[in-house]
T-cell receptor, first 111, second 113 residues
């Protein structure tokens, strides 16, 4: 079993839709959770990070962590064509442990 | 800030040749990471350095791979000899302090024929 799993997609939604991206992880020791966005032929860029369980909101983006079910979500409200990218979830046990990345979910927002 | 700089951006080589990938981290960052990304395996950490010292190279696939960081502003990843299965995008990333805030370079697309 991989440590972090994601549905690879592709996920295609119309502009303005609410997007839900999800990850599951296997190690209950993971405490730090991140979402990276990767545009085609670019390096990943950090979108959001959270510590332990709960929600974190940043503009149109909300990250949610449920440690009891080992489930990580990223919600995008009012999705835009510029949100079209691959979204990688990532996690680590501590801020000084190596980061484990999921395989990524490809998202297309259609105008 | 120019961000993380990688060179070359694209590399096509023949099996058996030596390949050297280069990275310049963001000035002042004390962590440097080398990743490999493929469709099959996703993004994999190969090795990381803290203050120019290799900390964890457990992700380096074989002895054919080696990485160095002679100073705070430069690192190399070398593959010798290269094989077709090494074809991938290789990313360098750097961070300051907390490891989760990593800034990635644009990557080097390597094709080994």
């Amino acid at each position: 079993q991989k440590e972090v799993e994601q549905d690879p997609g592709p996920l295609s939604v119309p502009e303005g839709a609410i997007v839900s991206l999800n990850c599951t992880y296997s190690n209950s020791a993971f405490q730090y959770f991140m979402w990276y966005r990767q545009y085609s032929r670019k390096g990943p860029e950090l979108l959001m990070y959270t510590y332990s369980s709960g929600n974190k909101e940043d503009g149109r983006f909300t990250a949610q962590v449920d440690k009891s079910s080992k489930y990580i979500s990223l919600f995008i409200r009012d999705s835009q064509p510029s949100d079209s990218a691959t979204y990688l979830c990532a996690t680590s046990r501590t801020s000084y442990d190596k980061v484990i990345f999921g395989p990524g979910t490809s998202l297309s927002v259609i105008p | 800030d120019a961000g993380v700089i990688q060179s070359p951006r694209h590399e096509v080589t023949e099996m058996g040749q030596e390949v050297t990938l280069r990275c310049k981290p963001i000035s002042g960052h004390d962590y440097l990471f080398w990743y490999r990304q493929t469709m099959m395996r996703g993004l994999e950490l190969l090795i990381y350095f803290n203050n120019n010292v290799p900390i964890d190279d457990s992700g380096m696939p074989e002895d054919r791979f080696s990485a160095k960081m002679p100073n705070a502003s430069f690192s190399t990843l070398k593959i010798q000899p290269s094989e077709p299965r090494d074809s991938a995008v290789y990313f360098c990333a750097s961070s300051l302090g907390k490891k989760e805030t990593q800034y990635f370079g644009p990557g080097t697309r390597l094709l080994v024929l």
